[in-house]
């Protein structure tokens, strides 16, 4: 709906069922690849998180890059 660059994804699958979910997933990750749009998910999901290029990790009021 929107020629958006960047995308703000907040728990984008928190009420979905696992099926949804991984659709819902695979269309941030389709938009990201194939119109090169930036995605920002924040997830409490590491299934999630390991599909991301890059993660950063909140702990104690810090953010950290992953390895």
Do not use: F, W
Request: hydrophobic share 40%; net charge negative; glycine share 8%.
């Amino acid at each position: 709906a929107s020629e958006a660059k960047v995308l703000l994804a907040d728990e984008p699958t928190g009420n979905l069922d696992s099926e949804n979910g991984e659709i819902v997933i695979d269309l941030l990750k389709r938009l990201a690849r194939e119109e090169n749009r930036c995605i920002i998910v924040v997830t409490h999901d590491l299934g999630i998180a390991t599909q991301a290029d890059v993660v950063y990790r909140m702990k104690d009021g810090q953010i950290a890059k992953e390895g």
